[in-house]
């Protein structure tokens, strides 16, 4: 045919047509490469820092409540110890009245409150305070504070010391300005492929050659499957009260009421307070199959079934592998247990749960890379306590032992994390990193009345088969 | 003949000397390419630099099935039609306006031009034609496809290219000398 004559001809010629491009052209093609490889570290670290950051803080910040409980509990028999001798030595020297031993001891709530305040619940001291506003003396000045701030200016003066940091902060912050200058101005001195050009290049392989047996890469839209693949977790987990800054801040008046059993003496006796189980962080993993679905160029949502493992560690008295029947009041039913601890810390405990969730999450991706995603992911996961095997403290029989009946079957968490893609091909892509979850139920049951949430961080990593 | 498979895995690790071969191998017929797109080398040479930054950014999606030499082509295609479609002194000539310009003869001539002078005919066409007549007959698009990337109909497509295809055999003749086939101006 005259027209295919005409047409390979002209292929045959054209495609002898070379010319040697300039040497400018690869030294530009260089840079551009160099500035695309600097911008993506640049972004991966950023991420990473900010989450590690976050993440870390928000660890601390949750596994350090018990600490910081047993600080302040031996901080309470120390200001305590020593208010009850200068309440004697002031009676002895001056004749106090009761009034004034009385607005000492107050005092000294005060001041293990501010403690506890500093060390990390600075809202929920300020909320209680402006609740109730208490006249304060602290002891031996006579010097009155009805304003919590000025409280802990003082005891920051007397101590010498400033557990609540604000230019940490502050120093955070600046960080994250100079990052962000940072990356706008690599952002502005690496030209951007446009948009139009990218997509282009995406859909390349959906255009064939005639001229040529290049196979398209992918003849399925992708974008728009499902793709399914399996995740393992690894990383540490906790068993905590609350989130104290969500929390009910009367819980807090409570807790102090239960540490002054008789506050009228004076004395504070740990061991005849209410028998409360402490909860170290321990270990835990997860293992899940997940399916993922593109809805838009950034936007993509998965799903999956998973099997969650979390355990925590409790320090009670001696084990006891006596059989016994247990009635308790608070559950309302009678308990036949092979072994029991009673109270004290000499032996650890751990306590096991085993959950099997649906987690349901919306992924984000930060940045444009193609070859190397960062997903930001968010979601809610409900599941289903499916084992367990966590000590409950019965405060009657001054004992703990297994008790499942203590704990809920439906647990709804919370998941945020961060996905960097390790590597990626055209079957699969493995991606890694940070991934907390948080229980918003409390999986104690109410009437225990002792608020029992779930949090795990650590490391995950997801293949997806594509 | 160069283990394609290693220089990509290379070029993937971020080594630089096997970025450079990859280009070095690939750059002249590649430039070619761009050539046939554009007015003026330095163009051609735009479009070069930028579609080896695409390359070498979306290499991991080369499936390696099918020849790497071609999947560079179709990338260097596409980043010339958006350099076309960006840059302004192409624009009003893309607008694939009716053309008066008909040929009333379809024989093929004997094309004694080497490849360089035939380039440089098809450079001369008007940009419009100039595109279709690359992704029709070199590159071997066919009119429905072309449609889909140039936002025109499949039949503007075909149209332009039998004017476009006409006015090159025209002026092939001419300069081949072949006195038998007469295009004009209708």
């Known amino acids: ?133 208490l006249k304060t003396v602290i002891p031996g000045t ?35 300005d100079q990052v962000a200058t940072e990356k706008t101005t690599i952002d502005s001195a690496v030209k951007p492929l446009p948009e139009q050009e990218i997509k282009t290049a995406a859909t390349d392989t959906s255009v064939s050659l005639a001229t040529n047996n290049n196979v398209p890469a992918s003849k399925k839209p992708a974008n728009k499957q499902w793709t399914f693949g399996v995740s393992v977790f690894a990383g540490i987990s906790d068993n905590i009260s609350s989130i104290k800054i969500l929390g009910n801040n009367n819980n807090m008046l409570a807790d102090y009421a239960n540490a002054f059993p008789s506050q009228g003496t004076g004395g504070l006796n740990n061991s005849i307070g209410n028998l409360k189980l402490k909860y170290k962080r321990g270990f835990s993993y997860s293992l899940g199959a ?177 | 003949m160069t283990d394609h498979v290693a220089l990509i895995k290379n070029c993937l690790k971020g080594k630089s000397s096997a970025q450079k071969q990859l280009y070095e191998e690939f750059a002249p017929a590649m430039l070619g390419v761009c050539y046939r797109y554009t007015k003026s080398l330095h163009d051609a040479e735009d479009i070069l630099q930028e579609g080896f930054v695409r390359v070498f950014k979306f290499l991991h999606q080369y499936n390696r099935e099918g020849e790497l030499g071609a999947w560079i082509r179709k990338i260097m295609v596409n980043t010339a039609l958006n350099y076309l479609k960006k840059s302004q002194k192409y624009q009003h000539e893309l607008l694939f306006d009716k053309s008066e310009m008909v040929a009333i003869s379809t024989e093929t001539p004997l094309i004694i031009l080497n490849a ?41 497509s075909r149209s332009q290219y039998m004017r476009a295809r006409h006015l090159l055999i025209s002026w092939i003749t001419n300069t081949s000398g072949n006195k038998n086939m007469v295009y004009a101006r209708k």
Do not use: C
Not at chain 1, 143 to 172: H, M, R
Not at chain 1, 370 to 380: A, H, K, M, S
């Open chain 1, 1 to 133: 045919m005259q027209e295919n004559e005409f047409e390979n001809s002209i292929r045959k010629k054209l495609d002898d047509l070379q010319f040697v491009p300039n040497e400018a052209v690869w030294k530009q093609v260089h840079a551009r490469i160099e500035k695309d490889k600097r911008k993506r570290r640049f972004v991966i670290l950023f991420w990473l820092m900010a989450f590690l950051l976050a993440g870390g803080g928000a660890i601390l910040y949750f596994s350090g409540t018990e600490d910081s409980n047993n600080a302040e509990l031996a901080q309470t028999e120390y200001h305590t110890r020593n208010n009850e001798k200068e309440n004697k030595r002031e009676s002895a020297k001056n004749d106090t009245n009761i009034d004034e031993k009385k607005t000492n001891d107050r005092s000294s709530i005060l001041e293990i409150t501010a403690s506890k305040t500093l060390k990390g619940d600075r809202r929920a001291f300020r909320k209680t305070f402006s609740q109730s506003p």
């Open chain 1, 142 to 176: 006579g010097i009155a504070y009805n304003d919590e701030q000025e409280l802990v200016k003082k005891q920051q003066e007397e101590s010498g010391t400033n557990t609540f940091n604000p230019p940490t902060k502050v120093t955070t912050e600046d960080t994250v």
């Open chain 1, 290 to 466: 997940t399916a993922t679905k593109q809805l838009s160029k950034r936007f993509s949502f998965s799903t999956g079934i998973e099997y969650l493992y979390l355990s925590s560690v409790s320090k009670v008295g001696n084990k006891s592998t006596t059989q016994a029947s247990i009635y308790d009041s608070t559950l309302n039913k009678s308990s036949e247990v092979k072994e029991y601890f009673g109270a004290g810390e000499t032996v650890s405990f751990v306590n096991k749960y085993h959950l099997v969730q649906i987690p349901l999450s919306v992924n984000f991706q930060l940045n444009k890379s193609v070859l190397r995603p960062i997903l930001f992911n968010i979601g809610l996961s409900p599941g289903w306590l499916v084992g367990s095997k966590a000590l409950y403290a019965n405060n009657k029989e001054r004992m703990y032992y297994e008790e499942d009946e203590q704990l809920k079957k439906f647990v709804l968490s919370g998941q945020l994390g961060l996905q960097f893609t390790v590597a990626n091909s055209s079957r699969y892509r493995f991606t890694a990193g940070p991934a907390l979850q948080y229980s918003f139920t409390d999986i104690a049951k109410p009437v225990i009345q002792s608020e029992q949430h779930l949090i795990s961080a650590g490391i995950k990593t997801n293949i997806t088969i594509k």
């Open chain 2, 116 to 156: 360089k002078e035939l380039a440089e005919l098809i450079r001369q066409l008007p940009t419009g034609y100039q595109v279709i007549f690359n992704l029709y007959a070199v590159e071997g698009f066919s009119h429905a496809e072309i449609g889909q990337m140039l936002g025109i109909s499949e039949n503007t």
